[in-house]
Nanobody
Framework: VQLQASGGGLVQAGGSLRLSCAAS????????MGWFRQAPGKEREFVAA????????YYADSVTGRFTISRDNAKNTVYLQMNSLKPEDTAVHYC????????????????WGQGTLVTVSS
């Protein structure tokens, strides 16, 4: 499966952005999907994950209550709605696909998009 992330940009603290990740190739609904992010000088970290049907979701503690992951299998797209953004959310955000139903660890994701930069100004 090939993944293409979009929707990043510059936003003020407290603002919102919606990231999209379009998938092509093999059947999208067969994959669990996740979002990860990597800030300068830091390791890539888990943000959110969703299972194939959209019925189960996981979130990192740092984004719980502010971010929402969702998917539209008819459009082969997964979304990350980000509200109440903080400067510490600044990072390149990556979408990824896993053969597992749902996963938190980046090691369980075998397919990655190219990343989209989110910058939150204070």
């Amino acid at each position: 499966v090939q993944l293409q992330a979009s929707g990043g940009g510059l936003v003020q603290a407290g603002g919102s952005l919606r990231l999209s990740c379009a998938a092509s190739g093999r059947t999208f609904s067969g994959y669990g999907m996740g979002w990860f992010r990597q800030a300068p000088g830091k390791e890539r970290e888990f943000v959110a994950a969703i299972n194939w049907s959209g019925g189960s979701t996981y979130y990192a503690d740092s984004v719980t209550g502010r971010f929402t992951i969702s998917r539209d299998n008819a459009k082969n797209t997964v979304y990350l709605q980000m509200n109440s953004l903080k400067p510490e959310d600044t990072a390149v955000h990556y979408c990824a696909a896993t053969n597992w139903n749902i996963a938190r660890s980046r090691d369980e994701y075998g397919y990655w998009g190219q990343g989209t930069l989110v910058t939150v100004s204070s």
